[in-house]
Structures are given as C-alpha cells and as structure tokens.
C-alpha cells in the first residue's frame, strides 16, 4: 500500500531532517548514486512533488547541465519552481539550467528530444504536500472534498466516482487498484449512502462495512485501500507508469547508458516496474542494475517510518 511521502520533513510523525538546501527525499543517497548524475548532463525528474531529488541532481549537474522537471499538478510545479529558481547563494553561478513541464510522465517523448537524457527519476505515488492539504480530498485523516485529481484542471474526481459508477464496477477497482478482499462489500454500502462528498463521510462508510476483524486487520484503516484504489483510479497512475516504461517514452529518450531509476511504493507499481525492466532486458535494452529492489535503510526508517515500503529499481539503456 502506498505511504510515500517525497518531502518527509513535511510529513506528521517522520522526518528526514534538512540540509543547506531544504527537504531530503525518500532513498535519496542510493536514486543519485544509480543515476550517476555528472556535471553537465542532462537529468529529468519525472515526479518533481516538492523538488527533494531535483535539488541534490541539480547540485551535481553545475551550469553546463540541464535539469527537467515534470509534475502534473499545477501546486507542486509552483512549489518546486521557487526552490528551483532560487539556489543556495554559494551555488548560484554553478546552477544548472532548468525546465519545469506541467504534464504527466507519460508524456515525457513528447517534451523531451530522444536520445537527449543522462538519467530519468521517477518517485511514484503522492506527497505529503497532498495529502496534508485537506481541500485536495486524498486523505481520511481530515474533512474535505472528494477530489483525488493531482492535476486540479482536468479529469474525474473522486466523487464521481464514487457516486456515478455502479456497484460493479467500484467494486472491480477497489479490488484492482487498492487489492482489497472486501471490495464487493465496500461497493455495495457505498452505493446505499449515495450521495457522498466529503473524505469525512466515504471513510466513515466503509469503516462501518469493512470493521476490522482481526489484529493485523486493526493495524491499517479500513478505508486507507479502497483510498488508494480510488486515487490510482482518478489519476490514471498505472497506466502512466505503463506509458512511461514503453519503449515510446523512457527508453526513446535515454541516451545509450543512460540511466532510470523508479522509486515504488506498492505491489502494483513495483510488478510493473520490474516486468518492465525484465523485458527490457530481454530486448537488449536495458542492463538492469538492481537483482532486488534497493530498500531504506534502519536508519532512514527510524527517521521517516514511511520509507518502509519504498523500492528502488534501476537500469541502464544499452
């Protein structure tokens, strides 16, 4: 299940402490390293959130290099925008050039020239800048609309669908994108409290028709999968990730022994990767560089407990 947090210093419970130049994100040290960032290279993150891992690439990159970002939500793009427009003053002659694209990564072929890119991050998943802000409607945690969508001028809302699609097929989502057993359960309660608008009233919906039954049961929210499925589900982020790994986009970009690394932060998301990268593999277009996915350390771990479920998976284009 999904407990990213890119810019943990902003997360409730778990932060990753500062450096000179503002938040440390998940698996920071091990991404830069698998991407072998080097100056005057041309690096793209695919998921900018709150700049963490653009900020320690672009460090690297010095005022010949060139750093692309990617957010589809119009909020974080502002916000990684001031803190890359504004480096630490030792720095500022030795900053790279930098490009911000309001757009998903999927789309990344169409922005960027092929064969251009030294490296490609992508940190899947949603912020603590998200989730935090109530009027986003991505979390139970605190009243708000239904909304989901990380790019607010387009697409379905939460809310939609929850009251518009039919029992079925809320059922078939919240068991393909949230792997929730109770699905069928959780569909049908919803589909009798119609209508529903806020986080507040789903979440108390589906903890009074899936109550925990057991202790592991007890350890999660009952609302936090069918969450999950309703937010990949609104924001397309499955699909995406597909796109992104075909050989359309990630790979036409790359430059030979270019790398892309893929931070994950649940089964769905990381099944994908790793087939991907095994096909690619397969098809002489990748060198994969992780056997296993790189995972947090103890350390990080006790600083940001929701690095647990991070994976990190690399390759290398051929």
Known sequence: MDKKFS???????GGHGEKAFGHVSVLLKEAIEFLAVRRGGTFIDLTLGLAGHACEIARRLGAQGRLIGFDKDPAAL????????????????DWPHVELVHASFAEVAEHVAA????GLLADLGVSSMQLENAARGFS???????DMRMNTHSGLTAEQVVNRFDERELADAIYEFGEERRSRRIARAICRARPIHTTAQLAEVISAAARPMNQTERRIHPATRTFQALRILVNRELDDLKQLLS?????KVLKPGGRLA???????EDRIVKDAL???????????????????GEEEIDRNPRSRSAKLRAAEKI
């Open 247 to 251: 050989t359309d986009a990630a790979p």
């Open 78 to 93: 502002e916000r990684a925008r001031e803190r890359l427009t504004n480096p630490p003053a030792e720095l500022a002659d």
């Open 7 to 13: 810019d943990a210093n902003d997360a409730p419970g």
């Open 278 to 296: 095994r096909d690619g593999a397969r098809d002489g277009i990748y060198r994969v560089l992780t056997k296993k996915p790189v995972t947090a």
């Open 115 to 118: 064969g251009s890119a030294d």
């Open 140 to 146: 139970f945690q605190a009243e708000g609309p239904l």
């Open 262 to 268: 893929i931070i994950s932060f649940h089964s769905l």
